[in-house]
């Protein structure tokens, strides 16, 4: 799965559930299957 920028912000700013820096750090971990 290949996400540009723009695509990856559209989606955290989509999620509800992300209310702060750790939520956005938590779902790019799910993203990218803890890679990061």
Do not use: P, R, Y
Not at 12 to 32: M, P
């Amino acid at each position: 799965m290949s996400l540009s920028k723009d695509e990856l912000v559209k989606l955290i700013l989509n999620n509800s559930h992300i209310k702060t820096a750790e939520d956005i750090q938590n779902t790019l971990k799910d993203l990218f299957g803890g890679l990061l």
